[in-house]
């Protein structure tokens, strides 16, 4: 009777907490930044989304307010860094969500927990949103210099301010996105709550572009950066504390 029950005991297979160490955790970042990109590619189901609406968006805006890409006024410049910014957050919102939405409709965030520390897990989902909001930014910058025949001052600052401000947003959404995976309402709860965080750093972002867009010196935007880089590191310090209990609830 006693060996029968180590025998069952045996059988028992309790599974071994995910390895830690920073080598280990960078690589497992590493592959979840690779899978996601190899899913994305594959489905284009956010790239898609960002791209499609950051056209729209722009081609409307041009539509109604080119004319003001003619006037260099810091009305019509703050006017159309506001725009840039408003459609690079809108499109951010309709798309940043999915990251962890697949994995929770595919069924995957089981397998990821068991194979990857949240630490992993979170710089993974992080490289990934970045890769995704830099080539929106670039995307649409681009259309929103043709068509509202915008001429930088600085090309230099104008994508400091750019690259920026994309890894703000991304620093601030990407535990959002692993809030909102389970709720029933994900895209309407993922606005609400992710609106409050990026005020701030929209502001500096629409100021900073504004300057870009009327001086050539690059200096002229060293204040909006050094802010947006320390909201960068608080955000992303601060997500890094609480996506374990996040990840693990």
């Known amino acids: 009777m006693h060996e029968s029950m180590e025998q069952e005991t045996s059988i028992i297979d309790i599974p071994a907490p995910p390895p830690s160490g920073i080598g280990v955790t960078l690589r497992a970042a590493w592959a979840i930044f690779r899978k996601d990109l190899a899913c994305e590619l594959r489905t284009r189901y956010a790239i898609n989304t960002l791209l499609l609406f950051a056209i729209s968006a722009t081609t409307a805006v041009s539509l109604g307010v080119g004319f003001l890409g003619l006037r260099r006024t810091e009305e019509a410049l703050l006017i159309q860094s506001a725009l840039l910014w408003v459609a690079l957050l809108f499109a951010a919102l309709n798309g940043l969500s999915r990251s962890f939405v697949y994995e929770e409709e595919a069924r995957t965030l089981a397998a990821l927990r068991l194979s990857a520390s949240p630490t992993a897990v979170f710089l993974g989902k992080f490289c990934f949103n970045l890769t995704l909001i830099l080539v929106l930014a670039l995307v649409t910058s681009l259309l929103f210099i043709v068509l509202l025949r915008v001429k930088v001052g600085s090309p230099l600052a ?56 009327e ?18 590191v608080v955000t992303f310090m601060a997500s890094l504390i609480l996506f374990p209990f996040v990840w693990e609830a």
Do not use: E, M
């Open 158 to 213: 104008f994508s400091a301010i750019l690259a920026t401000g994309g890894l703000a947003l991304t620093s601030a959404t990407t535990i959002i996105a692993a809030i909102i995976a389970r709720a029933s309402f994900k895209g309407a709860l993922f606005a609400v709550l992710a609106f409050p965080l990026l005020v701030a750093p929209l502001i500096i972002a629409i100021q900073g572009t504004a300057q870009s867009l």
């Open 215 to 232: 001086n050539v010196a690059v200096d002229v935007v060293f204040g909006p950066i050094q802010f947006l880089l320390a909201y960068v």
